[in-house]
């Protein structure tokens, strides 16, 4: 038994369970605006389901197919299958039954859920294979995450009609921005290896300037959807504190200093989604 919670919390690890906070306050801040407020149980347990499972299965393909590359990179190569920790095989099983379960959570939803699912999914498995031929990787993968508020919309409203494209385009340069920083880290590597990325292409400091331009596009995406979606004045303090933690990662990392990009990749960049949904929620209470 002992064994099983083991495998378990090593799968967990291997695709950074913990990261799930990027994407999923940003399906239910969809979810949230489409009803006006936070919608059913049911819904909501099986949008939830539909965000963990397709993440699941999006991250342990990437481990799968980036194996080769992880295990010759030294900051990557105690990733659990490199390390042997996860078998390949046992990977696959974990892609193919999370696959399995999203498409599932999506049939629950409504028959328009279940039809876009399999765009929605190939698009986060596309994002795995593309530092092999652009340097816009980092875009495609704000692509891949931009579905999310357009999931959560369709989850309560099963259409697309009314849904605020640019909330999802703010997300995209989001993503986008955060994901160039977070590259830097192995800029020397991909150029060694022949993969893309904007660190690799323009070097770490070019990569920084236009990571900035990203996150300024997407506070502006954010701004407007506030009042698009004419929400409450509330929402507009929730914009001040992600534009202050967009602000900041970008003073706590530096192209010649990057030992603090945990801090700026994860805490802050976690911090802004959830003050985005929970600014939207407020917005929504006050104002109705």
């Not at 369709?154 to 994901?179: H, I, K, M, N, R």
């Not at 959830?274 to 006050?286: C, E, G, P, S």
Request: glycine content about 8%; charged content about 10%; aromatic content about 14%.
């Amino acid at each position: 038994m002992m064994a099983i919670w083991e495998k378990i919390r090593i799968l967990l690890e291997m695709i950074k369970f913990e990261h799930s906070v990027f994407a999923l306050p940003f399906a239910l801040t969809g979810a949230l605006l489409a009803e006006r407020g936070l919608p059913g149980g049911l819904v909501l347990f099986w949008l939830v389901m539909a965000m963990v499972w397709a993440r699941t299965a999006a991250m342990g393909f990437n481990r799968i197919v980036d194996r080769k590359f992880d295990a010759a990179n030294p900051r990557t190569a105690d990733r659990a299958i490199p390390a042997g920790t996860v078998k390949l095989w046992e990977a696959w099983a974990l892609v193919l039954v999370a696959s399995g379960l999203f498409f599932l959570s999506c049939a629950m939803l409504n028959l328009l859920a279940l039809l876009i699912s399999p765009l929605a999914l190939a698009l986060t498995f596309l994002y795995s294979l593309t530092k092999r031929f652009t340097w816009l990787c980092h875009v495609v993968l704000g692509v891949a995450l931009a579905v999310s508020p357009l999931g959560g919309w369709v989850a309560v409203t099963g259409t697309l009609s009314g849904f605020p494209w640019v909330l999802s385009l703010g997300v995209l340069f989001w993503v986008a921005g955060f994901d160039t920083v977070y590259a830097c880290l192995d800029t020397e590597f991909d150029r060694s290896a022949g993969l893309f990325s904007l660190p690799a292409r323009f070097g770490p400091r070019q990569a920084f300037r236009l990571a900035v331009f990203f996150h300024v596009l997407a506070f502006l995406c954010f701004v407007i959807t506030g009042l698009v979606m004419g929400l409450h004045f509330i929402f507009a303090l929730g914009l001040l504190i992600a534009a202050g933690a967009l602000f900041y990662q970008h003073l706590a990392v530096s192209p010649g200093d990057l030992t603090r990009i945990r801090l700026s990749f994860f805490t802050l960049n976690g911090l802004i989604s959830l003050v985005m949904f929970a600014a939207t929620w407020l917005a929504l209470a006050i104002g109705s």
